[in-house]
């Protein structure tokens, strides 16, 4: 038996990335994946393609800055399933910048695409993970636990993600509901402009890890998301995950 077998579940920023290699690990373990992302050429072909292979997708556009849009999300996924066992907060957009000159906007976009977009759409999904005891994964960082320089819009968003993730797993744990968080370092399209815009930073954090690469979206990041999904990790609550190569140590 697969370890998410008929579980359906919601993958937001799902169309790329980190995203996309948890789709393609968690239908691989017969999960029902709701791919939810703005881009929306991107996300119909991952899930054209999955679906050609015989798994079962469903792609969502959906703008994770409007309540609106997150609502008619959840309800279309209730329309075509009836349930919802795992939710997936992994979306998140932000611009590198000195902290005394970070604007409003890039504050807002930060916040918005990840902090906002995973409390709004944890708020809307919980009434449904009480009845299938399911689980909800969220997304921090390495950068924001050491409070990287020029990250402070990201460190902010992904701390308060962090937060209020522990929140979820203790107000939320009688019903039968884990929240847990991953850190990752993986290698998706963002690292690879990143690593274009800062050559010597990219090289920095590669010798910093001590297996000495970034990991791979669908199969160092997946399996850790299929495991936090799973039974494997029934007891397992409230906690971070760090699946970053040993970059960060947390005692």
Known sequence: MAKLDNKVAIVTGGAGGIGAGIVRAYVKENAKVVIVD??????????????????????IKTDLTDKASLQACVDEVIATYGQIDILVNNAHASRMQGFLDITEEELELSMKT?????????????PYLKETKGNMINFGSGAAMKGDKNQGSYVVAKEAIRGMTRVIANEFGEFGIRANLISPIAYSEGVEQWKEANPEYYEKVLEGIPLRRFGDVEHDIGPAAVFLASEDSKYITGQTLMVDGGSIKIY
């Open 38 to 59: 703005i881009a929306e050429e991107k996300g119909k072909a991952l899930s054209d393609a999955l679906n050609e292979q015989g798994y079962e997708t469903v792609f």
């Open 114 to 126: 990840g902090f906002f977009a995973t409390f709004y759409l944890s708020q809307m999904v919980i």
